[in-house]
RNA sequence: GCCGAAGUAACUCAGUGGUAGAGUAGCUCUUUCGUAAAGAGCAAGUCGUGGGUUCAAGUCCCACCUUCGGCUCCA
C-alpha cells in the first residue's frame, strides 16, 4: 500500500527531473524550489529571457523520460555554507535560500541524481529510475517568488505524477469530468446567469432561471434567520466617504472600492463594499439598553468590490454581489453562546444541503508584522480565546492560518470543497472588539453604566453570486425540487393531447408548481431529451392512454421508469418533494 | 495588477496569406410521433476592437478589450 508520505516523495523527486531536464534544455534557467503539493508538484523556475509555455512539454517531458533511465537513486550530500555558496554561484534564489538556512544553523543539503545535483532537504524515492513513470506536466503558470507581489514573477511548472499509469489516467479523466460540472459551463447551458461586456466585468446578470435559485435562497434565509432570532434591515447602496474614514477601511481598501462620486455638497460617496458601517448606525439610530441585546441585524446586502482583473472568476470572485450579512451586537458575556448559535446556524444550511465537506479556518494575524493590523494587543487576544472557545462547543475540524486576519480583528472562515474538487472560503466571521468603539456603538448597562457592545460578523451564505456558484458544481446542475428553476414539464405526445395537458398546467401552476407546457410541435423524444440535459426533475409525458384514463405518465430525472398517477398525486408528490429542504 | 494562453454565427467548433464553413439552437413548411436528436428549406458572422505589413489578412506584426490556467489579493 502506498500512503501520502510515498506519494509526497515520489511528487518531489519528479521536480528534481522536471528541473534537471529544464536546465538541460535551457541552460539559463535559474532554479528555484520545487515542492510535492496536494495533486502534483511544481518547480518554480527564472528562465531569464527564454519563454515558455505548454507547447514545449512534450519536449520536456520526454527529455525528463530519457534523463531519468540514469537516475539509479538521489544520493545525499551534507554541504558546507561556503561550499553551497561556490557551487550556487551563478543562482541569486539558490543563494538567498542558503543564506536563510545556514542562519538557523541548518545542515544544507545537496542531492544528486544522475549528473544533476540540487540544493534540497529530502524527501525522494529510492529508485528513481524505476519510479518516476507516470508523470504529466499540467500547465504553466506565473508565480512571484516566495510568494510576494514585490518580487519578481517566475515561471511556474505544475505537474503530477502517479505509481501507475492506471492512476494517471484517472486523475486526467476526473480533470476533464470536472470541467462538465464547472459552474460557468452549467450556468450558461441551463441559462442561470451572464456577464456583458457592455456592462461591465464580474458584474452578474441573473437570468429568469437563475433568480429562481438565488430568491428562493433568500427567502429560505428570511425564514431562517426569523426563526434564529435575527430581523431584517435594508440599507442604501452607495455612502458618505467618512463611514469608511470611522471603520478604518478607506485608506486600507481604497484601490479595492469603485472610485468615489463627488457631488456638489462637497462630499464623496462611495458604493458600499460592506455593510457592517450601515448596519452600525441601524444600530446607533438610537439609544439602546442592555435589554435588546442580542440585537441581530440582518440584510442581503448589495456590496462592490473593485476587484483586480485578474482575479474575477465566474461567479465565485465578482465585482457586485449580495451578502447574507448580518451583525449581532451583544455583551461580552453573550459572545460566545452567540458565536457557538452562528456556527450551528452554519451546520443547519450546510446539512440542510448535503454539504458535508468543510471546515474551519481560524485566520490570526502575523506577529512579525504587526503594523498591519489595527486595535490593542489586549482585544487581540480576547478575540481570538473568545472564538477559540466558541469553536470548541462545536464539532467542526479547524485549521489555524497566521498572517491572513482582518486589519481589525481574528477570522473564522468557512471553507466548502466543491464536488469538482474547487475549494472556497464561503463565510466568514468574527468576533470584533474593534469596530463598536470606533464607532461609539454603546448600550446602557443594567447599573446605568454605558458600555460598548462587542459585534459579531456572520455569512453563511457567503454571497448569491459565490454561493450559487458552489451549489451549481455541488449538484452538478441536479437541483433539488425546491432550487429547481423549472420543477415540472408537460410532454403532450401528439397535438390531440393539448387540451388535455392545457388542462394538468392550470392545475399545476395554480398549485404554485414551476410548470412548462411544452405542446409546441417536435417529438416526445426530443422534447425528453431537451428536459433531461436541462436536468427538469419531473417530465410529465401525456398521449392518448393518458387522456382516455385520466392519468399522467411520470418521467423523473434520470430515471426512464415511468409511474403512473393522477393530477392530484402527482401535485401532492412535488410538494413533498419541494418540503424537503426543511431537514 | 502580474506571468502564460485563447477569442470565428446564439452555443460547440473547423478553417496555416487567395470568394467565411459545419453541427446544434432559431424561423417557415411537412411530420403527430410512447420515453435522450423526424425531414426539407430559410435566415444568421465588420472573424473581440483599433492600427500596421501585403496586390491580397480570420490567418503575419503591434496596442487595447474580454475570457481561461495560475500568482498575489479578498473587509
Not at 465566474?314 to 457586485?320: F, Q
Not at 448597562?445 to 453563511?460: L, M, N, Q, S
Given at each position: 500500500m502506498k500512503d501520502d508520505n510515498y506519494l509526497k516523495h515520489l511528487r518531489h523527486s519528479t521536480s528534481h527531473l522536471l528541473a534537471a531536464a529544464v536546465v538541460e534544455l535551457y541552460p539559463d534557467a535559474k532554479l528555484t524550489l520545487g515542492p510535492a503539493i496536494e495533486e502534483g508538484f511544481y518547480y518554480d523556475i527564472d528562465f531569464g529571457n527564454d519563454k515558455i509555455s505548454e507547447e514545449d512539454f512534450s519536449k520536456i517531458e520526454q527529455k525528463m523520460h530519457e534523463l531519468v533511465k540514469s537516475w539509479k537513486e538521489f544520493e545525499k550530500h551534507d554541504v558546507s555554507k561556503s561550499d553551497a555558496l561556490k557551487e550556487f554561484k551563478g543562482n541569486k534564489y539558490k543563494i538567498e535560500l542558503i543564506e536563510e538556512h545556514s542562519q538557523d544553523d541548518h545542515q544544507l543539503t545537496v542531492y544528486e541524481s544522475g549528473s544533476f545535483r540540487d540544493l534540497c532537504r529530502g524527501g525522494h524515492v529510492d529508485k528513481p529510475s524505476e519510479e518516476l513513470k507516470h508523470f504529466k506536466l499540467l500547465s504553466v503558470a506565473g508565480a512571484y517568488w516566495r510568494g510576494s507581489e514585490k518580487n519578481k514573477m517566475i515561471t511556474r511548472i505544475y505537474g503530477t505524477i502517479f505509481p501507475t499509469q492506471k492512476e494517471l489516467d484517472e486523475y486526467l479523466k476526473n480533470l476533464e469530468l470536472a470541467k462538465l460540472h464547472d459552474h460557468r459551463k452549467l450556468g450558461k447551458e441551463l441559462q442561470l446567469f451572464a456577464v456583458?461586456?457592455?456592462?461591465?466585468?464580474?458584474?452578474?446578470?441573473?437570468?429568469?432561471?437563475?433568480?429562481?435559485?438565488?430568491?428562493?435562497?433568500?427567502?429560505?434565509?428570511?425564514?431562517?434567520?426569523?426563526?434564529?432570532?435575527?430581523?431584517?434591515?435594508?440599507?442604501?447602496?452607495?455612502?458618505?466617504?467618512?463611514?469608511?474614514?470611522?471603520?478604518?477601511?478607506?485608506?486600507?481598501?481604497?484601490?479595492?472600492?469603485?472610485?468615489?462620486?463627488?457631488?456638489?455638497?462637497?462630499?464623496?460617496?462611495?458604493?458600499?463594499?460592506m455593510n457592517c458601517p450601515h448596519h452600525h448606525m441601524i444600530y446607533k439610530a438610537r439609544p439602546r439598553s442592555y435589554k435588546e441585546l442580542p440585537l441581530r441585524l440582518a440584510e442581503y446586502g448589495t456590496c462592490y468590490r473593485y476587484e483586480a482583473s485578474g482575479?474575477?472568476?465566474?461567479?465565485?470572485?465578482?465585482?457586485?454581489?449580495?451578502?447574507?450579512?448580518?451583525?449581532?451586537?451583544?455583551?461580552?458575556?453573550?459572545?460566545?453562546?452567540?458565536?457557538?448559535?452562528?456556527?450551528?446556524?452554519?451546520?443547519?444550511?450546510?446539512?440542510?444541503?448535503?454539504?458535508?465537506?468543510?471546515?474551519?479556518?481560524?485566520?490570526?494575524?502575523?506577529?512579525?508584522?504587526?503594523?498591519?493590523?489595527?486595535?490593542?494587543?489586549?482585544?487581540?487576544?480576547?478575540?481570538?480565546?473568545?472564538?477559540?472557545?466558541?469553536?470548541?462547543?462545536?464539532?467542526?475540524?479547524?485549521?489555524?492560518?497566521?498572517?491572513?486576519?482582518?486589519?481589525?480583528?481574528?477570522?473564522?472562515?468557512?471553507?466548502?470543497?466543491?464536488?469538482?474538487?474547487?475549494?472556497?472560503?464561503?463565510?466568514?466571521?468574527?468576533?470584533?472588539?474593534?469596530?463598536?468603539?470606533?464607532?461609539?456603538?454603546?448600550?446602557?448597562?443594567?447599573?446605568?453604566?454605558?458600555?460598548?457592545?462587542?459585534?459579531?460578523?456572520?455569512?453563511?451564505?457567503?454571497?448569491?453570486?459565490?454561493?450559487?456558484?458552489?451549489?451549481?458544481?455541488?449538484?452538478?446542475?441536479?437541483?433539488?425540487?425546491?432550487?429547481?428553476?423549472?420543477?415540472?414539464?408537460?410532454?403532450?405526445?401528439?397535438?390531440?393531447?393539448?387540451?388535455?395537458a392545457a388542462t394538468i398546467y392550470e392545475k399545476m401552476n395554480a398549485a404554485n408548481i414551476r410548470v412548462e407546457n411544452w405542446d409546441e410541435s417536435g417529438s416526445m423524444q426530443k422534447k425528453i431529451r431537451s428536459a433531461e440535459k436541462q436536468k427538469i426533475p419531473c417530465m410529465i409525458i401525456i398521449g392518448k392512454k393518458e387522456v382516455d384514463e385520466k392519468t399522467l405518465s411520470v418521467r423523473s430525472r434520470g430515471n426512464k421508469d415511468n409511474t403512473t398517477s393522477t393530477v392530484d398525486e402527482m401535485v401532492d408528490s412535488i410538494k413533498a418533494s419541494i418540503s424537503e429542504r426543511q431537514l
Open positions: 456583458s461586456d457592455e456592462v461591465g466585468q464580474g458584474l452578474i446578470l441573473w437570468l429568469p432561471k437563475g433568480n429562481i435559485i438565488k430568491e428562493e435562497i433568500e427567502n429560505w434565509a428570511k425564514d431562517t434567520e426569523k426563526a434564529w432570532g435575527y430581523q431584517r434591515v435594508t440599507t442604501p447602496n452607495i455612502t458618505k466617504s467618512g463611514l469608511y474614514y470611522t471603520s478604518g477601511h478607506l485608506p486600507y481598501y481604497q484601490k479595492d472600492m469603485y472610485p468615489p462620486m463627488k457631488l456638489d455638497d462637497g462630499e464623496e460617496y462611495f458604493l458600499k463594499p482575479e474575477l472568476f465566474g461567479l465565485m470572485r465578482v465585482r457586485g454581489f449580495a451578502q447574507n450579512d448580518s451583525h449581532i451586537y451583544c455583551t461580552q458575556e453573550q459572545a460566545v453562546n452567540e458565536f457557538v448559535q452562528v456556527m450551528k446556524l452554519h451546520e443547519y444550511y450546510y446539512k440542510s444541503l448535503g454539504i458535508k465537506d468543510y471546515y474551519l479556518e481560524l485566520a490570526l494575524r502575523d506577529p512579525e508584522n504587526k503594523k498591519k493590523y489595527h486595535g490593542n494587543e489586549e482585544m487581540w487576544v480576547l478575540a481570538e480565546k473568545l472564538m477559540r472557545e466558541a469553536v470548541k462547543r462545536v464539532d467542526i475540524p479547524m485549521v489555524e492560518k497566521t498572517g491572513s486576519a482582518a486589519f481589525y480583528g481574528p477570522k473564522i472562515d468557512f471553507i466548502i470543497k466543491s464536488s469538482i474538487g474547487r475549494e472556497f472560503a464561503i463565510s466568514t466571521n468574527q468576533i470584533d472588539l474593534f469596530m463598536g468603539d470606533r464607532f461609539g456603538l454603546k448600550y446602557t448597562d443594567k447599573d446605568g453604566t454605558e458600555k460598548t457592545p462587542v459585534i459579531i460578523h456572520r455569512a453563511p451564505l457567503g454571497s448569491h453570486e459565490r454561493f450559487i456558484g458552489f451549489l451549481i458544481e455541488h449538484f452538478a446542475g441536479v437541483f433539488p425540487m425546491w432550487l429547481a428553476p423549472v420543477q415540472a414539464v408537460i410532454i403532450p405526445i401528439s397535438d390531440e393531447q393539448q387540451g388535455y
